[in-house]
T-cell receptor, first 115, second 115 residues
Framework: DGGITQSPKYLFRKEGQNVTLSCEQNLNHDAMYWYRQDPGQGLRLIYY???????QKGDIAEGYSVSREKKESFPLTVTSAQKNPTAFYLC??????????????FGPGTRLTVT | AQSVTQLGSHVSVSEGALVLLRCNYSSSVPPYLFWYVQYPNQGLQLLLKYTSAATLVKGINGFEAEFKKSETSFHLTKPSAHMSDAAEYFC?????????????FGAGTRLAVHP
């Protein structure tokens, strides 16, 4: 089955600790994205990458970091500098070719709680 | 710059009634528009998309949307609501910038369906 895997589903951390969220896709997509979702605010883009070893800051990149060493993987690290990290995090991917390049396919999400 | 406004953060309908979820967009170029659905604690699933072909777009689960350039709207409809349609719905527009593209989401509309 082709798709996007995010793990774990639920994650709990103490304040001041860095935490890394996993995102893997086997769709052979070039582009990958990380979003943060808070109640009543829709989705906000954190980082995106359209090719291996390249990534761009989104609208709310402060306190986050990413890497794109492999086409199928795009892990997100939530650092201790992120002031309000508790949220639902969604990973997505899309193909770069043709009109279908604009469709994004989403993973099931990781709910991070920091106390 | 591209943007999306969803009118009504909460919509409630009776089972069997018409569903109408409103989306207005702002775009300086011909837009590519999407509707996604999100069930609780899950990722987003693509319902339908407009990519400058037919103005009436049919999607999954009996939903459809009509692109109206004169009204800058892309409202989502379904003739008869089912209990299983209860979810959050997001309208999105593609934004192109510096060779990259990213989705701009509306704040979402939560649909409740009551017996």
């Amino acid at each position: 089955d082709g798709g996007i895997t995010q793990s774990p589903k639920y994650l709990f951390r103490k304040e001041g600790q860095n935490v890394t969220l996993s995102c893997e896709q086997n769709l052979n997509h070039d582009a990958m994205y990380w979003y943060r979702q808070d109640p009543g605010q829709g989705l906000r883009l954190i980082y995106y990458s359209q090719i291996v070893n390249d990534f761009q800051k989104g609208d709310i990149a402060e306190g986050y970091s990413v890497s794109r060493e492999k086409k199928e993987s795009f892990p997100l690290t939530v650092t201790s500098a992120q002031k309000n990290p508790t949220a639902f995090y969604l990973c997505a991917s899309s193909n770069k070719r043709g009109l279908t390049s604009y469709e994004q396919y989403f993973g099931p999400g990781t709910r991070l709680t920091v106390t | 710059a591209q943007s999306v406004t969803q009118l009504g953060s909460h919509v409630s309908v009776s089972e069997g009634a018409l569903v109408l979820l409103r989306c207005n967009y702002s775009s300086s170029v011909p837009p590519y528009l999407f509707w996604y659905v999100q069930y609780p604690n899950q990722g987003l699933q693509l319902l339908l998309k407009y990519t400058s072909a037919a103005t009436l777009v049919k999607g999954i689960n009996g939903f459809e949307a009509e692109f109206k350039k004169s009204e800058t709207s892309f409202h989502l409809t379904k003739p008869s609501a089912h209990m299983s349609d209860a979810a959050e719905y997001f309208c999105a527009v593609i934004m192109f910038s510096g060779g990259y593209n990213k989705l701009i989401f509306g704040a979402g509309t939560r649909l409740a369906v009551h017996p």
